[in-house]
């Protein structure tokens, strides 16, 4: 039988292309060249999958448009670039790649978390530029970690391995707001208790923003959440930039109402919002929080499980509608 085509949206590493090439004619794309919609379209003509990565949207004018597509498998745990419901209705499968990357990314969460809290980018950037001349007894204090209280806007996988992290690791009082509060032995696991978002941004010395991306979300942190914060507090984001209304974070930071923040992702990435690059008080990074070898390697390996088990087999592991 002729093997079914596939795209493959972005670069990925070349094992994982050649796993694809052993079942699939594979169009690929490893100078990594940012298609415009319509020449991905175009592209897409005549594939029954294709490989994405979080950036390439998948809506229902697209499905209509590729009549043979079949499946959409992310390397991504986000799928806010799918419509899930249009491709439901076109009979097309989406599937993202969970946790594969839940501790690494946890990991990202803390590292920004100890970073924005210590000031690491700017006492860094202070030093680079030379600007280090002598100790003094108030240079660069940033917040304690240890003993604080750690507030998780969005308990899934990785809010709860960050969770577990301050909890267990740094000895932090958590709290949580969640849309559904955890059944009393997840509770009880990451050691943190539910309250209200008003309350969550009122008690929390650092806050961590792990939820997905939604309509309804979106600036779910805005002017009002952040006057709410301890003029010590910080806020990270490794959920989406849309999460944050950015203009209103930045206003907060340079008036000094915040500590600080740490953001791995942005509104309209890869560009960055200029208000933010401008202050010393933030700790940005090009949405890094799954990127060690390991995990990226383990989600294109999953998007590619998913490609071949559903293509070969009408089976896939991390299905996220129902056909
Ligand atoms: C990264 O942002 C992901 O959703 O996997």
């Not at 020449?39 to 490989?51: T, Y």
């Not at 915040?258 to 940005?284: H, R």
């Not at 799954?290 to 990226?296: E, K, Y």
Request: hydrophobic share 45%; proline share 4%; net charge neutral.
């Amino acid at each position: 039988m002729a093997k079914k085509s596939i795209l493959v949206a972005r670069a990925v590493f070349p094992e994982v292309l050649e796993r694809l090439g052993l079942h699939f004619e594979v169009e690929s794309n490893q100078a990594d060249v940012i298609w415009p919609r319509d020449e991905f379209i175009r592209r897409l003509q005549g594939k029954a999958g294709v490989f994405t990565t979080g950036g390439e949207r998948i809506d229902a004018a697209l499905v209509a448009a590729c009549p043979d597509l079949k499946i959409c498998a992310n390397m991504a745990v986000g799928y806010n670039n799918f419509d899930v419901p249009a491709m439901t209705a076109a009979g097309v499968l989406a599937t993202n790649a969970p946790d594969v990357l839940t501790e690494t990314t946890a990991d990202m969460g803390f590292t920004l978390l100890m970073a924005t809290a210590r000031r690491v980018s700017e006492s860094e950037a202070y030093l680079r530029t030379g600007q280090w001349s002598k100790w003094c007894y108030d240079m660069f204090c940033g917040a304690d970690i240890h003993g604080s209280t750690l507030g998780i806007l969005g308990m899934g996988r990785i809010g709860r391995a960050v969770a577990k992290r301050g909890a267990h690791g740094f000895g932090m009082k958590v709290v949580y707001h969640n849309r559904s509060r955890l059944t009393p032995d997840l509770e009880a696991e990451v050691n943190a208790k539910y309250v209200s978002k008003q309350e969550l941004f009122k008690q929390a010395d650092h806050i961590v923003l792990v939820l997905p991306y939604t309509a309804e979300n979106h600036h779910t942190v805005g002017a009002a959440e952040i006057a709410l914060m301890k003029p010590t507090a910080t806020i990270v984001n490794i959920g989406r930039g849309g999460l944050i209304d950015e203009d209103a974070l930045a206003a907060a930071l340079a008036a000094g109402k915040i500590l600080g923040a740490g953001l791995d992702v942005f509104e309209g990435e890869p560009k960055v919002n200029p208000a933010l690059t401008a202050l010393k008080n933030v700790v940005l990074t090009p949405h890094i929080g799954s990127a060690t070898v390991p995990t990226r390697q383990a989600m294109a390996n999953l998007a590619a499980d998913n490609l071949i088990g559903y293509l070969t087999q009408c089976q896939a592991k991390t299905p996220l509608n129902s056909l």
